[in-house]
């Protein structure tokens, strides 16, 4: 199967319909990907399908109580990326359930292929999104709470849509399926025994797509040690001067919640780094990692650059990585909500009012979304003495 496009593929003895072979390469395969695929994938879809559906049903009542800040808008929209990935999960548990081997149309391999590709880079983009804008939320207070943030985060979507899905389309667009010497169909696999030209076009192409992934890592890393540094050297009479400023303009019992804000807003946004990075960590890092040398490795290219001399026993170590790599990426699917539950303090309390009314029948009743839209306004009286402070809830 795919890991970051339709052209990353396995070692295969035949040659790509079209293309005349170049060489005489043999299968490299992971004869325990068909056991381990089928078991990750199935528990991933169970879980990412549930879990994520029911992240839309909160997020949809969050914004009818008027609560839809910028990065809910990234939540909404990372959660229908990952939904589009859990829809396509069936097919390639069938895939690796059958040895690898695709029964359906070329199409739907394509097509199956690419929402892989478009869950991967939009998660990779939307948290990346995040960071950015739970950076300048920290550092930038009073510029983040006057701007327009609905509709940046709406333009900011866009744009990694059609980002992601130009880079998808020549993919969906393109042969996915090949059949080798024992009748056997593959899908995004056996794409080795083209020509030279043809195989380091498509190495480029993966090494671009794995450069921007470093890219947008550095970025999340950098956001997030900055965000850690600006909450960690907030020092207690800070809090306290800012605290007594607003004694002056307040009233009792708003000074005493705005005491209390700075270790709770402190506690969320660290909370939030972690859970953002060891999504970037755990699930993408390690694919990208392996990603690069597993594609030379595969591609086996004769001559120029892209050519590596590599023994057996490096090639099968290079391509049992990469399988143990895919069902990293796929956790994803059930580890964003996690992200979800650190970056919002409403999205938590919400399902905890939600659990409690389930036993009662009310599902999204008014009485949560009015208690919730209740707590918004709350929440932003107080923010207004606290411009300091990122709206983290």
């Known amino acids: 199967m795919l890991a970051s496009t339709p052209e990353q593929v396995a070692v295969t003895g035949t040659s790509a319909p079209g293309f005349p072979p170049s060489n005489n390469s043999t299968f490299l395969d992971s004869e325990f990907r068909y056991v381990l695929l089928p078991v990750v994938y199935g528990i991933v879809f169970i879980l990412g399908l549930f879990t994520n559906i029911y992240v839309l049903f909160v997020l949809r009542c969050l914004r009818d109580a008027k609560a839809m800040g910028e990065i809910r808008i990234y939540m909404t929209n990372l959660t229908i990326a990952d939904l589009l990935f859990v829809c396509a999960l069936p097919f ?15 199409f739907m391999c394509r097509l199956t292929g690419t929402l892989f ?25 009073l510029d983040a709470a006057s ?41 995004f696999e056996g794409y080795q025994n083209v020509t030279d030209s043809r195989k380091k076009k498509v190495a480029a192409t993966h090494f671009a797509i794995n450069g921007m992934f470093f890219v947008v890592f550095f970025l999340v890393v950098v956001c997030n040690l900055l965000i850690a540094r600006v909450l ?20 009792n019992n708003t000074m005493s919640s705005s005491f209390r804000r700075p270790r709770g807003v402190k506690r969320r946004a660290l909370q939030m780094l972690w859970a953002v990075v060891g999504v970037f960590v755990l699930c993408f890092l390690p694919h990208h990692v392996i990603q690069g040398p597993w594609t030379l490795a595969v591609l086996q290219i004769s001559q120029g650059w892209g050519h590596v001399e590599w023994d057996q026993k ?14 990293l990426m796929g956790l994803n699917c059930i580890l964003d909500p996690v992200v ?20 009662k029948g009310d599902g999204c009743s008014h009485t949560v ?12 009286q107080r923010l207004q003495s606290e411009h300091q402070e990122p709206e983290m809830d």
């Open 314 to 327: 490096t090639l099968q170590l290079l391509n049992d990585a990469h399988q143990i790599t895919l069902c």
């Open 232 to 251: 960690l050297s907030q020092s207690p009479p800070q809090s306290e001067f800012r605290s007594t400023t607003i004694m002056s303009n307040k009233s």
């Open 340 to 359: 979800y539950c650190f970056a919002t303090r409403k999205f938590r309390r919400f399902i905890m009012a939600h659990i409690k009314k389930l036993g």
């Open 117 to 141: 590709f478009i869950n991967t880079y939009c998660s990779i983009l939307f948290l990346g999104a995040i960071s950015v804008n739970r950076y300048w939320a920290v550092t930038r207070p």
């Open 92 to 106: 390639w548990i069938d895939y690796y359930s059958r040895n690898g081997n695709w029964v359906y149309t070329d």
């Open 147 to 187: 701007s327009d943030h609905r509709r940046r985060g709406i333009i900011v979507c866009v744009v990694i849509w059609v980002l992601t899905m130009s880079m998808a389309i020549p993919y969906l667009i393109s042969p996915g399926t090949n059949t080798d010497e024992n009748d056997v169909i593959r899908c």
């Open 369 to 380: 979304t009015s208690q919730l839209s209740m707590d918004s306004r709350n929440h932003s």
